[in-house]
């Protein structure tokens, strides 16, 4: 046996009926979680932080038009560092592989139609200090599975991480930045706002 954070090993006799022999049990619940969030880029879209502000890298047309939703991003980080495992993907039972939920964070999804829920399926770059790590996520029937590049195998998360990720869009974490005071107007106002006749 060993204390977390030792070295030291040490001997004890121990009643192996009080083990817990799911693998569930021995499980990181953080070991897909990120320490760090630098940059994040998924197809269509690339933001980098640049000390407490983000830049849009990609789409670059929209770099000087548009703004970064900062709630929409603050949620989406702080899913990628609160990043839970709730089980671990034995592919090697079956060729459909096989889950092991945590039963407390199971999540209803029978509203979904379900071959809607079967084909989601994500992939976003995550720059955590020099690294560049893939995170896949997708739905198998009511459970998320999880992968990440660096760390083999499969994890099972909850539904929430995806639904959370897949905000990671133009659409929801951009929004044009508003006009500039001075900008010019439409020829057909008048400097009060009022339209002309």
């Excluded at 690339?46 to 830049?55: V, Y």
């Excluded at 970064?68 to 980080?77: E, G, H, K, P």
């Excluded at 495992?85 to 096989?98: K, P, Y």
């Amino acid at each position: 046996m060993r204390k977390a954070g030792e070295q030291a090993i040490y001997a004890a006799r121990i009643n192996v009926f009080d083990l817990r022999l799911s693998s569930d049990a021995w499980l990181d619940k953080q070991l897909l979680a990120y320490d760090t969030v630098d940059n994040l880029r998924e197809p269509g879209i690339e933001l980098s932080r640049e000390g407490d502000a983000w830049r849009i890298v990609e789409p670059a047309a929209q770099a000087d038009t548009h703004e970064v939703v900062i709630d929409q991003i603050s949620s989406i980080i702080g899913a990628l560092q609160g990043l839970s495992v709730t089980g671990i993907v034995d592919t090697d039972a079956s060729e459909n592989a096989t889950v092991e939920p945590d039963h407390e964070s199971e999540t209803d999804l029978a509203d979904a139609a379900p071959n809607e829920v079967e084909n989601e399926a994500l992939e976003l770059t995550v720059g955590s200090g020099d690294n560049a790590l893939v995170l896949s996520l997708k739905r198998q029937g009511e459970n998320v599975v999880a992968a990440r590049s660096d760390i083999a195998g499969e994890f099972t998360v909850a539904a929430s991480v995806f639904d959370t990720l897949s905000g990671f869009n133009t659409d929801t974490v951009l929004v044009a930045s508003p006009a500039e005071p001075g900008a010019t107007q439409p020829a057909d106002s008048d400097p009060d706002g009022s339209t002309s006749e």
